[in-house]
Structure formats: structure tokens, C-alpha cells
């Protein structure tokens, strides 16, 4: 049995089928907060909003008990939900649940920035931006739960797809981030560290005027979008761009 809530919600296991959204709703958060107990205020919030039905408690109790019915028992004979005072648990493995081992990917790969050790960093990235699909339970109408899982899920993305892009700057890797950068500033045209990298792996392919016209798109675009001029890292790269200041020099690619 394997969970996956990083994207769409799936269950990956050919036998288990849930097509009910407030079923859906009622595992996605139990599988967020799996280990630890949910209570059933924080379920009834989840699947109704703050106007839950006269009988939303009773509701719950039978949507629970389907889902017993059709999640698999662990080698143990156990059923992967248990009922714990004041609601709930779920337990899944780190092998069982998408989110635990991008949580460990991104925490092993923050460790190989700082020690820095670049390409270990890279791989860990990679396989961590490979599990996150997309939005995080985007087709789900969730509460407070789901919706701050969402939320973190988009950041987290946000700061691997920014520290990839430096760790293969730093390989030496400028010539493949030129497209990835382009990609990553029209979906998220408002995020200046992108800007600056791409204005980076431009200058390191010998494109001075493209990466000195992509700070002109980024100060257009902030001062269209929120009035602002470009913050000091791109200002900077702008001026180190013009020097053609040595610190810029790209490394032998690995």
C-alpha cells in the first residue's frame, strides 16, 4: 500500500478505489497528520467547513469506517487506522507515504548544501521535486489542514526548484538552466531569485545583452505587478554583469 498526497490524492493499490470527496477529504488529512492524532472537531472543520450538518459526527464515523473497510491490514493484522481519544490516527511507513520521504529528501539534500557537497545535493532535489506533482491536493475542497499542507507544499517545491538551479550553477551546469530558468520565471514571474539565476547562466553562455534584457522583463514586471523596483541580489548581478566582474566565472562543469 502506498499514499500519495503531494499531488492528486491516489492510493496505489489496485484494490482500493475512493471516489467519494468527503472520503477523500477525511484520509488526505489523517494521511497529513499521519502518527499523530486528529481529532474529530478538526475532521468535521475538514470535510464541512464551519457549517457542518446536525448529524456531521455520526457522518464521520461512517466515512471513517469505510475507509477501514477498504484500506488493507499491515502484516500484523492490524488496520492502518486507529481510534485515539480525541478522534483518530493514521499510521503509514516512510516506504508507504510520499510526504515522509520527500521530507527526508529535502532535509538530507539542505545537509549536502551546507557541507557542501553540490552534486549530492542536486540528485536529493531532483528525486524530491519528483515526488511533488504539482499543487497538493489541489482538487480537494479542504479546511485549515489540508489547505496549510497545501501551502507548505508549494514553498517547499518553491525553495528546491530555487536551490537546484544553484546547485547546478555551481556544477557549472548554465547552458540546460537557461530553458529550465525561462520555464520557472513564467510560473512564478513574480519570484525574483529565478530572474537573477537566469541572468547568470545567460552571462556564463556569453549572452551578455539576454541576461542584462532579463533584468529589464523582471524590473518591468515588478514595478507593473506590485510597483516595486528590483530588489539588491538582482541589482547587483546587474552591475557585476556590466563589469564583467571575475566572480561571476562559471566552474568546469562536473
Same mark, same amino acid.
Given at each position: 500500500?502506498?499514499?500519495?498526497?503531494?499531488?492528486?490524492? =491516489?492510493?496505489?493499490?489496485?484494490?482500493?478505489?475512493?471516489?467519494?470527496?468527503?472520503?477523500?477529504?477525511?484520509?488526505?488529512?489523517?494521511?497529513?497528520?499521519?502518527?499523530?492524532?486528529?481529532?474529530?472537531?478538526?475532521? +468535521?472543520?475538514?470535510?464541512?467547513?464551519?457549517?457542518?450538518?446536525?448529524?456531521?459526527?455520526?457522518?464521520?464515523?461512517?466515512?471513517?469506517?469505510?475507509?477501514?473497510?477498504?484500506?488493507?491490514?499491515?502484516?500484523?493484522?492490524? =488496520?492502518?487506522?486507529?481510534?485515539?481519544?480525541?478522534?483518530? +490516527?493514521?499510521?503509514?511507513?516512510?516506504?508507504?507515504?510520499?510526504?515522509?520521504?520527500?521530507?527526508?529528501?529535502?532535509?538530507?539534500?539542505?545537509?549536502? +548544501?551546507?557541507?557542501? =557537497?553540490?552534486?549530492?545535493?542536486?540528485?536529493?532535489?531532483?528525486?524530491?521535486?519528483?515526488?511533488?506533482?504539482?499543487?497538493?491536493?489541489?482538487?480537494?475542497?479542504?479546511?485549515?489542514?489540508?489547505?496549510?499542507?497545501?501551502?507548505?507544499?508549494?514553498?517547499?517545491?518553491?525553495?528546491?526548484?530555487?536551490?537546484?538551479?544553484?546547485?547546478?550553477? *555551481?556544477?557549472? =551546469?548554465?547552458?540546460?538552466?537557461?530553458? +529550465?530558468?525561462?520555464?520557472?520565471?513564467?510560473?512564478?514571474?513574480?519570484?525574483?531569485?529565478?530572474?537573477?539565476?537566469?541572468?547568470?547562466?545567460?552571462?556564463?553562455?556569453?549572452?551578455?545583452?539576454?541576461?542584462?534584457?532579463?533584468?529589464?522583463?523582471?524590473?518591468?514586471?515588478?514595478?507593473?505587478?506590485?510597483?516595486?523596483?528590483?530588489?539588491?541580489?538582482? *541589482?547587483?548581478?546587474?552591475?557585476?554583469?556590466?563589469?564583467?566582474?571575475?566572480?561571476?566565472?562559471?566552474?568546469?562543469?562536473?
Amino acid at each position: 500500500m502506498r499514499y500519495e498526497i503531494l499531488g492528486s490524492l =491516489r492510493v496505489a493499490d489496485g484494490e482500493v478505489t475512493i471516489t467519494a470527496p468527503k472520503i477523500e477529504v477525511v484520509l488526505a488529512t489523517l494521511l497529513i497528520r499521519s502518527g499523530e492524532v486528529v481529532s474529530v472537531d478538526q475532521l +468535521v472543520t475538514e470535510v464541512w467547513g464551519g457549517e457542518p450538518p446536525q448529524r456531521a459526527t455520526a457522518a464521520l464515523y461512517v466515512y471513517v469506517s469505510q475507509l477501514r473497510k477498504l484500506l488493507p491490514r499491515d502484516e500484523n493484522g492490524a =488496520r492502518p487506522i486507529e481510534t485515539r481519544s480525541p478522534g483518530y +490516527v493514521l499510521h503509514a511507513d516512510e516506504g508507504q507515504l510520499d510526504l515522509h520521504l520527500f521530507q527526508r529528501l529535502v532535509r538530507e539534500s539542505r545537509a549536502h +548544501v551546507r557541507a557542501g =557537497r553540490w552534486d549530492e545535493a542536486r540528485v536529493g532535489l531532483e528525486d524530491a521535486l519528483g515526488l511533488a506533482r504539482g499543487s497538493a491536493l489541489a482538487t480537494l475542497p479542504g479546511g485549515p489542514v489540508i489547505n496549510g499542507f497545501a501551502r507548505w507544499v508549494n514553498e517547499v517545491r518553491l525553495e528546491c526548484q530555487e536551490t537546484l538551479g544553484e546547485m547546478k550553477l *555551481r556544477l557549472g =551546469r548554465h547552458r540546460e538552466m537557461v530553458g +529550465v530558468l525561462s520555464g520557472l520565471i513564467r510560473e512564478y514571474p513574480l519570484h525574483e531569485p529565478f530572474y537573477g539565476q537566469l541572468m547568470l547562466a545567460l552571462y556564463r553562455c556569453d549572452r551578455r545583452a539576454d541576461a542584462l534584457g532579463v533584468y529589464q522583463t523582471a524590473r518591468e514586471t515588478l514595478n507593473r505587478e506590485l510597483g516595486l523596483d528590483p530588489g539588491r541580489g538582482l *541589482r547587483e548581478m546587474q552591475r557585476s554583469i556590466l563589469a564583467a566582474d571575475e566572480v561571476l566565472d562559471a566552474r568546469p562543469a562536473v
